[in-house]
Nanobody, 112 residues
Framework: EVQLVESGGGLVQPGGSLRLSCAASGFTFRRAAMSWVRQAPGKRFEWVSTIGSGVGSTTYADSVKGRFTTSRDNAKNTLYLQMNSLKPEDTAVYYC?????RGQGTQVTVSS
């Protein structure tokens, strides 16, 4: 059974940073491309980033490029999202995603 468990969200001031984690199990993590998506209140899901399998090449949405960094630790079956220079419009529930499924999400709120 695929399980994805996100953590690391919270309340942060504009310009601040957070690092999200996603613990994965139930599949061969090192062979899996992984993504981060987010959903702001009242809005549709928005793709944030994807990292390829293995050493993992990364791609980012224009809205986060240069501020967010996705990485993975295949030994720990864990996906990360380092978020810097956060803006109020980054406020959303963040999910990691694999094979069409996602975890329960972690809330990120950017507010002064």
């Amino acid at each position: 059974e695929v399980q994805l468990v996100e953590s690391g969200g919270g309340l942060v001031q504009p310009g601040g940073s957070l690092r999200l984690s996603c613990a994965a199990s139930g599949f061969t993590f090192r062979r899996a491309a992984m993504s981060w998506v987010r959903q702001a209140p009242g809005k549709r899901f928005e793709w944030v980033s994807t990292i390829g399998s293995g050493v993992g090449s990364t791609t980012y949405a224009d809205s986060v490029k240069g501020r967010f960094t996705t990485s993975r630790d295949n030994a720990k079956n864990t996906l990360y999202l380092q978020m810097n220079s956060l803006k109020p419009e980054d406020t959303a529930v963040y999910y990691c995603s694999h094979g069409g499924g996602r975890g329960q999400g972690t809330q990120v709120t950017v507010s002064s």
